[in-house]
């Protein structure tokens, strides 16, 4: 999740963190809704978030925290907590969001993950997680709770189109070769950022977000909320911007050779298209023209998709990196075993790995790619239900927006319920949810479908309000007093 680095990669955080802090102050000095500035300021960190670490770090914890950190989100939210506590609207908006079952069944499923520490072999990795997951809900109550109007949410959907924009183009030169690949990582991931295939070794570009996955997984939800956006939304132009995002998002999985959150979001647009078509949202014209740009852009991109299919599925070294992740879930399902109930320990994956592991690994040290299977590992049965109710507490809201004839909640219920699929198909051969970046952008994401939902109550009582006092406006239109005074 985190990793330390040094040298140059180290002058350049040091360098964006001191531009954009001094981009915040002016932007809060001059800018009237600050909560909103500070909203925009979380999104943006994701793209290179800058780390303090505190006490031992444990740089072989892949799937979790590997210390007790300081992160420049976490700043930047703290900020937002202090305007939005002086506001003098904090406690009234949390009570009220804490009202709704998506709000406060996170805080039971990280409840639920407090059984394994008795099982935990590293009660400090125990800790770490869950003051890190206490930060990941802090941010899904501050987008959630605080977001008020349609205004932020649209400004907070661009934020994420500009870092995609901004993403790809960090893709293109680390392509191309001009910004080397080991310029914006550590050597604890260099391992990752090439493919090899039958003939050659290609490159994995990954964005300034650590991991060619990582950046994979950022992009197609990214895809999918703009997808929806282009399918919900009224104007054309809007619509065509949406889609021009998408496919810079889709380019970039490719680029990356990022298997997994292809896998996912294919199908994910596909259902979304579906849901759309079903809602009358694609025209005839639409279909004749979207048919026939596929087919141009297949043929243009044969070469690369060509490209990706040999390095991802082609290539005989295909077997064995699917025999190396069967055996990581294989190691998944022995500890499963031995704990169902409760598991081994929050956080202790990698620390319990040695216990259980009964030949010689591929790919050894990392984790079950397999998110539940690695959830259940370490949390039990009992913290596996506490993720998936939070699942089924996010998709019931999206659903809800989804029947909404509001094309911007529409667009939004479509996108929880295509993150939510992605993450659901995607996450079977990943623990890209247990990652910092992923994290950050769902969580966001899933706080904005709330203040949707939040928005379109208000929303909904004010046109009540609005009617009743219509209806109590005295009239004189058939008023017998006033017809005979006319008289």
């Given at each position: 999740?985190?990793?330390?680095?040094?040298?140059?990669?180290?002058?350049?955080?040091?360098?964006?963190?001191?531009?954009?802090?001094?981009?915040?102050?002016?932007?809060?000095?001059?800018?009237?809704?600050?909560?909103?500035?500070?909203?925009?300021?979380?999104?943006?960190?994701?793209?290179?978030?800058?780390?303090?670490?505190?006490?031992?770090?444990?740089?072989?914890?892949?799937?979790?925290?590997?210390?007790?950190?300081?992160?420049?989100?976490?700043?930047?939210?703290?900020?937002?907590?202090?305007?939005?506590?002086?506001?003098?609207?904090?406690?009234?908006?949390?009570?009220?969001?804490?009202?709704?079952?998506?709000?406060?069944?996170?805080?039971?499923?990280?409840?639920?993950?407090?059984?394994?520490?008795?099982?935990?072999?590293?009660?400090?990795?125990?800790?770490?997680?869950?003051?890190?997951?206490?930060?990941?809900?802090?941010?899904?109550?501050?987008?959630?709770?605080?977001?008020?109007?349609?205004?932020?949410?649209?400004?907070l959907l661009v934020t994420f189109g500009v870092i995609a924009v901004f993403e790809a183009g960090v893709v293109v030169l680390q392509k191309a070769?001009?910004?080397?690949?080991?310029?914006?990582?550590?050597?604890?991931?260099?391992?990752?950022?090439?493919?090899?295939?039958?003939?050659?070794?290609?490159?994995?570009?990954?964005?300034?977000?650590?991991?060619?996955?990582?950046?994979?997984?950022?992009?197609?939800?990214?895809?999918?909320?703009?997808?929806?956006?282009?399918?919900?939304?009224?104007?054309?132009?809007?619509?065509?911007?949406?889609?021009?995002?998408?496919?810079?998002?889709?380019?970039?999985?490719?680029?990356?050779?990022?298997?997994?959150?292809?896998?996912?979001?294919?199908?994910?647009?596909?259902?979304?298209?579906?849901?759309?078509?079903?809602?009358?949202?694609?025209?005839?014209?639409?279909?004749?023209?979207?048919?026939?740009?596929?087919?141009?852009?297949?043929?243009?991109?044969?070469?690369?998709?060509?490209?990706?299919?040999?390095?991802?599925?082609?290539?005989?070294?295909?077997?064995?990196?699917?025999?190396?992740?069967?055996?990581?879930?294989?190691?998944?399902?022995?500890?499963?075993?031995?704990?169902?109930?409760?598991?081994?320990?929050?956080?202790?994956?990698?620390?319990?790995?040695?216990?259980?592991?009964?030949?010689?690994?591929?790919?050894?040290?990392?984790?079950?790619?397999?998110?539940?299977?690695?959830?259940?590992?370490?949390?039990?049965?009992?913290?596996?239900?506490?993720?998936?109710?939070?699942?089924?507490?996010?998709?019931?809201?999206?659903?809800?927006?989804?029947?909404?004839?509001?094309?911007?909640?529409?667009?939004?219920?479509?996108?929880?319920?295509?993150?939510?699929?992605?993450?659901?198909?995607?996450?079977?051969?990943?623990?890209?949810?247990?990652?910092?970046?992923?994290?950050?952008?769902?969580?966001?994401?899933?706080?904005?479908?709330?203040?949707?939902?939040?928005?379109?109550?208000?929303?909904?009582?004010?046109?009540?309000?609005?009617?009743?006092?219509?209806?109590?406006?005295?009239?004189?239109?058939?008023?017998?007093?006033?017809?005979?005074?006319?008289?």
């Open positions: 999740m985190i990793f330390a680095a040094g040298g140059t990669f180290f002058t350049i955080l040091l360098a964006v963190a001191l531009a954009t802090a001094a981009a915040l102050v002016l932007a809060l000095i001059l800018v009237r809704d600050r909560p909103l500035v500070l909203m925009v300021a979380v999104v943006a960190t994701i793209t290179l978030p800058v780390h303090k670490l505190f006490g031992p770090f444990y740089e072989t914890t892949y799937s979790g925290a590997p210390g007790l950190v300081l992160s420049s989100t976490m700043i930047v939210l703290g900020l937002l907590y202090v305007v939005w506590m002086a506001g003098g609207t904090f406690g009234r908006e949390v009570l009220r969001a804490l009202r709704r079952p998506a709000f406060w069944i996170p805080l039971v499923a990280m409840l639920l993950t407090l059984p394994s520490v008795a099982s935990a072999r590293n009660d400090f990795l125990v800790f770490a997680q869950f003051v890190f997951m206490t930060f990941i809900y802090l941010l899904f109550l501050a987008i959630g709770a605080r977001v008020r109007t349609r205004r932020q949410v649209v400004v070769g001009l910004l080397n690949l080991a310029l914006l990582t550590s050597e604890a991931t260099t391992e990752s950022l090439s493919r090899a295939t039958d003939t050659e070794t290609i490159g994995r570009p990954f964005g300034t977000l650590i991991h060619p996955v990582f950046l994979g997984i950022t992009m197609a939800m990214i895809a999918v909320v703009m997808f929806s956006l282009a399918l919900y939304l009224q104007r054309t132009w809007i619509r065509l911007m949406c889609l021009g995002v998408v496919v810079v998002c889709l380019a970039q999985i490719l680029l990356a050779f990022a298997r997994g959150p292809l896998i996912g979001v294919a199908p994910t647009l596909l259902v979304l298209l579906i849901i759309g078509a079903a809602h009358h949202r694609v025209s005839a014209r639409a279909w004749v023209t979207g048919i026939l740009a596929v087919a141009i852009a297949l043929i243009a991109l044969s070469p690369l998709l060509m490209s990706f299919y040999d390095a991802n599925f082609g290539s005989k070294r295909v077997s064995l990196e699917v025999d190396s992740r069967t055996q990581l879930n294989d190691v998944g399902w022995r500890m499963i075993d031995a704990s169902p109930l409760v598991g081994l320990g929050l956080n202790n994956y990698t620390q319990m790995l040695a216990d259980y592991i009964e030949e010689p690994l591929i790919f050894a040290g990392y984790p079950a790619h397999n998110l539940f299977i690695l959830t259940t590992a370490e949390t039990g049965l009992v913290g596996l239900a506490g993720l998936l109710a939070v699942g089924v507490a996010l998709a019931w809201n999206a659903i809800g927006l989804l029947r909404s004839r509001d094309p911007l909640f529409r667009a939004m219920g479509s996108s929880m319920l295509g993150i939510l699929l992605l993450n659901l198909i995607a996450e079977q051969l990943s623990y890209s949810m247990r990652q910092e970046v992923p994290l950050l952008t769902f969580w966001i994401f899933a706080g904005l479908t709330m203040a949707c939902v939040r928005i379109r109550e208000d929303e909904a009582r004010a046109r009540g309000a609005s009617a009743g006092a219509v209806s109590r406006e005295p009239t004189t239109e058939g008023s017998p007093a006033l017809v005979g005074a006319g008289a």
